[in-house]
């Protein structure tokens, strides 16, 4: 004859349960966690002169750039990715491209930083000026 198998206790029981509901509860988070996306570096965007104000500048909605005019008819373009934790710089205000994710501000000459915590620089793209149009380019 054998012995009666033991039933487990009700804290056994619970306490499988929660661990088993927590482990596919993080399971779930884990497989549907995906990162920012960021914005893509086209190969060329072209933005007319007439939108980049002198002393300031603009960030594009629909490409990774901010297209700076420190002074006028000089004309600058940087990856609108911020170099501290990689949000995109929201505003060009104040003589100064800002990330407002973590108040990161950058010079609008040539995207060095003036506050951090951003580490370092914007990245710099090029700028040609065609006609009326700037053809920026990563």
Known sequence: MTAPTPSPSRRTVLATAGTAALTASLAGCAASATPAATPSVAASVTVAKADIPVGSGKV?????YVVTQPEAGTFMAFNKT??????????VSNQAIICKCH????????????????PKPLTAATVSVQGDNLSISG
Do not use: I, R, W, Y
Not at 60 to 64: C, N, R, S, V
Not at 103 to 118: C, Y
């Open 60 to 64: 594009l909605t629909d490409a990774a």
């Open 82 to 91: 911020c170099t501290h934790q990689q949000c995109p710089v929201s505003e």
């Open 103 to 118: 108040g990161s501000h950058f010079s609008l000459k040539d995207g060095s930083v003036l506050e951090g915590p951003a």
